[in-house]
């Protein structure tokens, strides 16, 4: 599917491109050799191929879950204007 100059310019308006008369020859076979590059894609046989989930099948190397801060909530709840029992006490907002 090659795109003609009148498909490049509506495109660029709809993208909201400043393309002047120089660079719609150039992005439309830009845009040519994109879609040329999809259908080749496309047209490769994956039948046999089975999905990756990652292409290098490896696991995520992960810090150990440590306490890193001290627990403040009392300080925190002192200076709110309600809490009861560990909770923030607001406004009610849904009736």
């Known amino acids: 599917m090659a795109l003609e100059r009148t498909e490049v310019e509506k495109i660029a308006h709809l993208a909201r491109l400043g393309l002047n008369e120089a660079e ?40 150990a879950d440590e306490v890193t801060e001290l627990n403040q909530r009392d300080a925190y709840q002192a200076i709110a204007p309600a809490v009861e029992n560990g909770l923030y006490l607001v406004p009610k907002v849904i009736e």
């Open 24 to 63: 719609i020859p150039q992005t439309t076979a830009t845009l040519n050799n994109i879609l040329g590059l999809i259908d080749a894609m496309q047209a490769v046989d994956t039948s046999g191929v089975e999905p990756l989930a990652h292409p290098l099948e490896t696991t995520q190397r992960l810090r």
